[in-house]
């Protein structure tokens, strides 16, 4: 059902990966004819559990979080951002676990149905007893958010949607967003966190902000 090692790579229509660390585990699949990553957490501790973006194939991801009684309680489903591809699954999954629904206000009018919590940069989610740090990204959508989490025994975890993959940062249409979306992704991640930073993106594959840091400049010239 899923990867012994997880490499941060997974097939679209493949099986999901697994990352154990030592307060939570981190599952990654990819759905949906757009290769969308959907991001399962669940607290080892409490066995309650947070899913960032149900972009689509909800049987999929109700497969990820299992069937039988031991099987976590979905408690939240996150969205990234108000592009359809990250929220083909939303209604169907929150209504068949009663997850509570949680977007930035500034992308929330676009979603199928209303998030439950409207969080804003600086912010705090729980699953179980573990924190996720909201980090507003502005220039992808206007609502486009970030999710860190900082493991106590280890390196942190930050889920970029589509605002920061291996390569630059997220399309933008105009060069203002694309100057919005550089400045906080420079400011507000590579300016805050750490090289060992593992990045959880959208779609494809993870990175590291190490891989990505010499970059920046680059990526800045080029307006893209």
């Not at 390196?155 to 997220?170: A, K, N």
């Not at 959208?202 to 680059?218: C, I, K």
Request: aromatic content about 6%; overall charge negative.
């Amino acid at each position: 059902m899923w990867q012994v090692n997880y490499t941060g790579h997974v097939e679209p229509g493949g099986p999901a990966a697994v990352r154990a660390l030592p307060e939570l585990t981190i599952t990654k699949l990819s759905v949906g004819p757009m290769d969308n990553n959907a991001y399962l957490l669940v607290c080892l501790r409490t066995n309650e559990a947070l899913l960032i973006d149900a972009a689509n194939d909800p049987e999929r991801i109700s497969d990820v979080i299992g069937h039988g009684p031991d099987r976590p309680a979905l408690r939240t489903v996150v969205t990234t951002h108000q592009h359809g591809d990250h929220w083909q699954a939303l209604g169907a999954v929150a209504g068949a676990n009663g997850a509570n629904t949680a977007a930035h206000p500034l992308d929330a009018s676009v979603l199928p149905i209303p998030p439950d919590f409207l969080v804003e940069h600086g912010d705090t989610l729980k699953v179980g007893e573990c924190d996720l740090e909201i980090i507003h990204l502005r220039g992808h959508t206007p609502g486009s958010i970030a999710l860190l989490y900082r493991d106590p025994s280890g390196t942190p975890h930050l889920f970029t949607g589509d605002s920061l993959f291996p390569g630059g940062v997220g399309r933008t249409t105009n060069p203002e967003d694309f100057s919005s979306l550089i400045g906080d992704v420079t400011e507000r991640i590579f300016g805050v966190l750490p090289d060992e930073t593992w990045v959880y993106p959208g779609h494809g594959d993870d990175t590291t902000l190490g891989a990505e840091r010499p970059h920046l400049d680059e990526w800045r010239e080029r307006g893209w």
